[in-house]
């Protein structure tokens, strides 16, 4: 059988032999800017999370770096708590914390953490920002893309190129700040003196940010998150996604702003394609619930737009669960059942664990003292016929 991938056989003998390509070539997407209630919310924790990723290490406290993870006196500086290595047990309290979390967010509105916080949607939303402004929105870079090469085209790309690759270092820079006291490492910066870890870690970090977020944007998502591939299993069908409400808007149809599309025997959905046109892993989401979808909600804001102009009511594509659809739950309805069992179980077991991080922090003693017995050495006969063995003591203030 041949697909659109097979090249033919060369022998005509093996004429019934295909050699099928398992590998996709990537589509370009050139994203449209959309404006609207969830883009401006994806911008204000693009915002909230920037400042506090690239802010928090420029941060004193007592005289010191704020937040400093120094792994070579084996100190992490958490404001006025300082951990050592045998608090280790918080870092595991964290990520139980944080995985917890991202389990009951996705039960109750599947990719929250990918459409709005997510490390690679947070940076490519800041390189696409960075892209429209040097060159222009969807039409515009499509043009551009496909004009011949010209001193125009070289310096728009030249630009975006020098921009994403300022905006990777910058934040390797940043990362590296976390482990090496950051002015000191901005001192090293301006004569190029880093150590030979610093390089690597700037480098690797600041190229994997450019090449994440600058060129492969939805094939890190599509592809490599194993966050994708597993939350399938912590939706059901009381999970809010987002949804394209096809009773209402099928049969689509383009039509005059006065017609009444009823009458036409039409459905809401205009079939302008911006839903399309907005999403940046170019899927269709009126083609139902798909992996690809980040839950970013540019759809929702786009087609909000259109329903607006059209004069019909907002909502034909939203944040709905599979069984409000299937069987026209009400708002309320929808709202009763999302709060359902495994949401409350894993809402209690975090509020049971973060109390017991929280605790385990206030009554965590400041002074400690390690008393080990030096393995290196054997006990032995001292000259009064006393037996020495050896014992190492550590005393720490881990205030
Ligand atoms: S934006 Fe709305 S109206 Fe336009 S094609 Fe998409 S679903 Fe239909
Ligand atoms: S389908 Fe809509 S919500 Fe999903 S990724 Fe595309 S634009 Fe974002």
């Known amino acids: 059988m041949m697909t659109p991938n097979a090249s033919p056989a060369a022998d005509p003998q093996d004429a019934a032999v295909a050699i099928v390509s398992l590998y996709q070539k990537q589509q370009p997407i050139y994203p449209r800017a959309v404006n609207g209630w969830f883009v401006r919310w994806r911008w204000v924790l693009v915002w909230a999370t920037q400042a506090l990723y690239y802010g928090l290490p420029w941060l004193d406290w007592n005289a ?3 937040v400093l993870f120094d792994l070579a006196a084996r100190r992490f500086y958490i404001f006025g708590l300082v951990l050592y290595p045998q608090d280790f047990i918080y870092l595991t309290g964290l990520l139980v914390v944080s995985a917890y979390a991202l389990f009951l967010f996705t039960a109750v509105a599947g990719r929250l953490w990918c459409g709005y916080a997510c490390p690679q949607t947070v940076y490519t939303e800041i390189f696409m920002w960075a892209e429209r402004r ?13 004009a011949p090469w010209s001193l125009e085209k ?12 300022a905006i990777g270092l910058w934040t390797g820079f940043t990362l590296v700040g976390y482990f090496t006291p950051i002015r000191t490492l901005w001192g090293e910066a301006l004569n190029l003196g880093f150590g030979p870890w610093e390089w690597f870690w700037i480098l690797f970090y600041g190229f994997a940010t450019y090449g994440n977020a600058g060129w492969m944007r939805e094939q890190v998502c599509k592809y490599m998150c194993p966050y994708a591939r597993f939350q399938s299993a912590m939706f059901d069908k009381d999970t809010l996604i987002i949804s394209y409400d096809s009773a209402r808007g099928e049969p689509r149809g383009s039509r005059g702003r006065k017609v009444s599309p009823r009458g036409q025997g039409l459905g809401d959905c205009i079939d302008c394609g911006l839903c399309v046109q907005v999403c940046p892993t170019g899927i269709d989401i009126r083609q139902g619930l ?29 944040y709905a669960t599979q069984n409000s659809m299937a069987l026209g739950l009400t708002a309320r309805q929808m709202w009763a059942r999302v709060l359902r069992p495994r949401v409350l179980v894993y809402t209690g077991v975090l509020l049971v664990i973060c109390g017991a991080l929280a605790a385990s922090l206030v009554l965590r003693s400041p002074f400690k003292v390690n008393v080990v017995r030096d393995r290196a ?7 009064d016929g006393h037996v020495e063995n050896s014992y190492r003591l550590q005393i720490m203030n881990a205030t």
């Open 64 to 66: 010191r770096q704020a």
């Open 377 to 383: 050495a054997l006990a032995r006969l001292v000259e």
């Open 134 to 146: 040097i060159e222009g929105d969807r039409l515009a870079r499509m043009r551009l893309d496909a």
């Open 290 to 318: 798909q992996y690809e979808c980040i839950g970013c909600a540019a759809c929702v804001d786009v087609c909000n737009g259109v329903m607006d102009k059209m004069g019909y009511s907002r909502g034909l594509v939203r």
């Open 154 to 165: 070289l310096g728009r790309k030249a630009v975006k190129q020098g921009v994403w690759i």
